[in-house]
């Protein structure tokens, strides 16, 4: 048995907003007004068309021969050019899907007595809570999240997903193992798109790191003075995200604009991660996106996290830096690269930033 690796840091413990949203507030209280969130341009729902959408790629036209190179190239395209993508055709049956979409809402509409033993505690950041929350009087997010680490198995934590409630915990491994699979098919596709050899990025992936966050969106009185999930890009390789209701939220940046993800029923919505951008030396990019609520209904999803094996060293792909194109990180360790996230706040992509090479252009 390997060491027991916890990638994640700690948070201050937060209040449950999805208490605090039972009380029938009309005002929302002063720590989560978060008005700036608000003053960028957003582009509403109706007027997304051709040119807002996010592209839809086809996992069956991918596999197939007649349609494959095709669809690769728009895959490349999606990853390069928009750094998500909504995935039809993916082979998770939408009957699992639906029992695992009731059995997570059951999960978070638990007694609060029940969600107790599933909270976070100073030492951890995993369980029900908030992440990211460094201090006091810091602005938060109006949502509860659910985060734990899930692959591989000996770095759960004893107390959550082991004692879950069942058939939760079944519906959750198999998950857990149908998005490892889902991941690594992804994975070999960014290989064969950005050219990078597909053995070996199979070998910094194989045993990664998968966690999830599970993500409750509670109405809110005001919810243009408040923000869901704070305006940031995902520390991973790739992040695999199911809407859990049909509830439209999530937002991406795009030519400086908010851009509205409106969901396509069972896909998933797929997206670059930093260390994506980190190894494809910037051919693909993370996209800043962030979630925001309205006064009318909760939202619910869960996120899936794929990242390499601990012991992995992370940087810029050898074989896709030339003259032309230096590196643009620096190299590091999968456990230093998430022990350094896990100690900040999340602010865009400020992390990201953080790990770049200094060129001098005389």
Sequence with gaps: ????????????????VQE????????????????????EIVVISKEVNGDLEIPVIDMHKLLSQ?????????FHLACKEWGFFQLINHGVSSSFLDKLKLEIEDFFNLPMSEKKKFWQTPQHMEGFGQAFVMSEEQNLDWSDMFFMTT??????????????????????????????????????????????????????CEDGLQSMRMNYYPPSPQPEKVIGLTNHSDASVITILLQINEVEGLQIKKDGMWVPVIPLP????????????????????????RGTVNSEKERVSITTFYSPRHDAVIGPWPSLITKQTPPQFKRIQ?????????????????????????????
Excluded: C, W
Excluded at 151 to 166: D, E, G, I, V
């Design 1 to 16: 048995m390997e060491e027991f690796f916890n990638p994640s840091g700690t948070s201050l413990l937060v209040p449950s």
């Design 334 to 362: 999968t456990m230093e690269y998430f022990k350094n996230f896990f100690a900040r706040k999340l602010e865009g992509k400020a992390y990201r930033d953080a790990l770049r090479i200094e060129h001098n252009h005389d």
């Design 66 to 74: 007649e349609f494959g190179t095709s669809e690769l190239d728009k």
């Design 266 to 289: 069972n896909a998933f919505v797929v997206n670059v991660g930093d260390i994506l951008e980190i190894i494809t030396n910037v051919i693909y990019r993370s996209i800043e996106h």
């Design 151 to 204: 692959l591989p198995q000996h770095s759960r934590m004893p107390h959550l997903f082991p004692q879950f409630p069942l058939p939760f915990r079944d519906t959750l491994e198999l998950y857990s193992q149908k998005m490892k699979n889902l991941a690594m098919d992804i994975i070999a596709h960014i290989a064969k798109a950005s050219k990078i050899e597909e053995t070996e990025i199979r070998e910094l």
């Design 20 to 39: 605090l949203a039972k009380h029938n507030l009309s005002k929302v209280p002063q720590r989560y007004i978060q008005p700036q969130q608000h003053e």
